[in-house]
């Protein structure tokens, strides 16, 4: 579904309002023509190289919701931040930057979207499509190299995986990091963007500041519940059937465990870090 969002900016809203495993793409339809991100529908994907081949195409990061479509621009240079880059170039790339190797078998059945990106963008610089400009914003925590974009005359922000979603951040691959997370959110929220797109919500026009401080209240929450857990010392096993995060672990159940256990994994070391948590031999305890 082409959502218009000015005259040269149009959201691709994916299936079941852009929720995982779809994903929103942005087309950009100016002097130069780009999809930003290719997770949205094949039907819309397919218009658009029909329609409207892009020039470029640009991943905010690796992740398969956001890069599945990228073979629909066969010929088309892709853009995205090196770290995000590497992921891509080959299918053991792509899985030691999920983390889930073997596992990822069971996860990514159609195959994994492997692509020469060129990583090429940086922190800052300023993408010039003719009347429409986006400047790139280098967001870590989601993935090392999680880009969102922002249109500065009209305060659009493309946020990403900065997704605002009520299930909150997501830090389950290896090298996601949950204060690199906290930094990036705070960094676009204090934009203060009129309009904010992201990879999987309906686009967010109201109480925008709000959207963003509830977002980083659930990695306090996340904490909070984690501190309450461990009044009792549990090994990292019995914290991850817990289900803190995901409160129910879908099919494939070894995947999302692995998920869970690389985020809690990660609050573990940041409240051990601030002297909240101490783990004796195998178990961890509130302190
Ligand atoms: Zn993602
Ligand atoms: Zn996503």
Redesign the pocket.
Known sequence: MFVRINPHLFLLQGSNGGR?PY?NSLLVRDEVTAVIDT?ADVADLEQVARECPPDLVINTHF?I??SRGNSFFPETRILTHEWDARALETREQFLAATGLFELGEKFYRDGVPCCEAEGVLRDGELLDFGATKLRVLHTPGHTPGHLALFHDEEEILFAG?I?LTSFGPWYGNPEADLEDFRRSIIKVRDLKPRLVLT??LEPVTEGIEERFNKYLEVLEKRDELLLDFLKEPKTLEEIVDAKLIYRKHPEPVEVYRRFEELMIAKHLISLEKNGLVSKQGEEYQAS
């Open positions: 995982f994903a997770g992740h919701d956001h995986d997704d990879g999987h």
